[in-house]
Structures are given as structure tokens and as C-alpha cells.
């Protein structure tokens, strides 16, 4: 992976488990990304994708997402995270 790519996910990993110590039982993160990978109008958001995964991996479960495309600039999604 890249290094922004590693910091994102560091971050939002970090964020997570703070959540999950505090005895949150909602989790809501800001995921940005460059936008889609293969320049096409369909495709995955690997940035987006690794950060999700990231998260659930801490004991999360994605509930809810809102997407905000930027024209292929810096996209933006809203996670809502539950206890997994």
C-alpha cells in the first residue's frame, strides 16, 4: 500500500478502537478518496474499501453509507458503524 493510503487507515483504525475503549455504540467516520482507480464511471473505491475494512476488523459493523461523488476528484462517504 502507499503511504497516504497507510496513514488513512492508521487514522481511522486508531479512531476506531478510541470508539471501541470509550464504549461507544455508534462509530461515524469520514472516509475521503481519489476517486475511482480506473478512471471509468463504475469500479471500486479501493481507498474507501481498505478503510471500511479496516474498521470492521476493529469489531464494527457497517450499517449505513452516504456517498458523495466529486466528479472524480475527492469523493466522500459517511460510514455509520454499530458493535459488530
Not at 481519489?34 to 463504475?42: E, F, K, M, P
Request: glycine share 16%; net charge positive.
Amino acid at each position: 500500500m502507499g503511504l497516504i493510503k497507510d496513514t488513512k487507515i492508521g487514522i481511522v483504525v486508531d479512531d476506531a478502537k478510541k470508539a471501541r475503549a470509550n464504549g461507544q455504540t455508534v462509530f461515524v467516520c469520514l472516509f475521503k478518496s481519489g476517486g475511482l482507480s480506473g478512471g471509468g464511471v463504475s469500479g471500486e473505491l479501493a481507498h474507501i474499501s481498505a478503510m471500511v475494512q479496516a474498521v470492521e476488523s476493529e469489531g464494527w459493523r457497517l450499517e449505513q453509507a452516504s456517498y458523495s461523488d466529486a466528479g472524480g476528484k475527492v469523493d466522500r462517504m459517511m460510514g455509520v458503524f454499530r458493535p459488530a
